[in-house]
């Protein structure tokens, strides 16, 4: 829910405790004597209308008035006392969330802001919305200490008592999910700083790699276009081994050719 929505649910709260707290009053007022409230609702609407004599209209909306004066009065208190809370906790629950609100706000003020309403407008509303809300609670508490039995004016000091309570706990905790919440950020931080730099390194290596690789297939090329001749370097080995085998044949039959005269010398 937007806060303007959580307004109006809290607007709404608090008419409904304003009720709550009138009918309680009127039920420990009339302390079961339906007859005496009706008896003076009569004398004050038959006084309103002593000059001029009440409508058709008039005398139906009064008599649907006692009808409804005579349920509420008969209703048990504690049931009236369960709403009031009800509704205390409906009011508190949209002021705790549009706090909550505000503050997720407050945490992304840091961040780029690309909405369509401007930030001194989303600022104003901030502002207006907290001032409604105090005012809001300043009547609940008039309400609840000023215009009510005692009995619920100790409701409303317990409850209080309590809500201190919770919100101090409350502020607590939530500097230690800042300080948590910053310590994971860190931590991220640090992990995306290691993993960038294994990648540069990774990417490093790789293109030292491949710059030796081209290196290498360019030294190919180069002698491949310069000596030919060579052809492949096992080649070039296989050559100077099959001339040094040619070489050693020749001398072998030359050996042979000398062999054969010199026998033919010695018979001669």
């Known amino acids: 829910m937007d806060p303007l929505t959580l307004l109006a649910l809290a607007n709404g709260a ?39 004599p009440a409508t058709k209209e008039q005398r139906q909306q009064f008599e649907q008035k006692k009808k409804e004066v005579k349920e509420n009065i008969l209703k048990d208190p504690n049931d009236v006392i369960s709403i009031i809370g009800d509704q205390l906790g409906t ?44 005012q809001m609670e300043v009547e609940l508490r008039e309400q609840m200490i000023y215009n009510v039995p005692a009995d619920l004016k100790d409701l409303w000091t317990r409850f209080q008592d309590m809500r201190v309570q919770i919100i101090d706990e409350q502020k607590v905790a939530r500097k230690v999910k800042e300080k948590e919440d ?28 491949l710059l030796m ?16 001749e060579l052809g492949e370097p096992g080649s070039y080995k296989q050559r100077l081994e099959d001339a040094k085998k040619y070489d050693i044949e020749k001398f072998r039959q030359a050996l042979k050719i000398l ?7 010695g018979k001669k």
């Open 14 to 52: 608090v008419a409904a405790v304003k009720k709550g707290c009138q009918l309680y009053k009127d039920i420990k007022s009339a302390a079961g004597d339906v007859k005496g409230v009706l008896d003076d609702l009569d004398k004050q609407f038959n006084k309103q209308h002593e000059n001029k």
């Open 91 to 134: 009011f508190f629950d949209a002021m705790d969330k549009i706090e909550e609100l505000f503050y997720d706000e407050e945490q992304k003020s840091k961040e780029v802001y690309t909405g369509d309403v401007s930030l001194s407008r989303r600022a104003l509303q901030r502002v207006l919305i907290r001032s409604r809300l105090e």
């Open 182 to 209: 910053a310590i994971k950020r860190a931590k991220r931080q640090r992990r995306m700083e290691n993993l960038a730099l294994e990648l540069s390194l990774a990417g490093g290596i790789l293109l030292l790699i």
């Open 213 to 228: 690789a081209g290196f290498f297939t360019w030294l190919s090329y180069d002698r491949k276009q310069r000596w030919p």
């Open 259 to 265: 062999d054969e005269q010199n026998y033919q010398d």
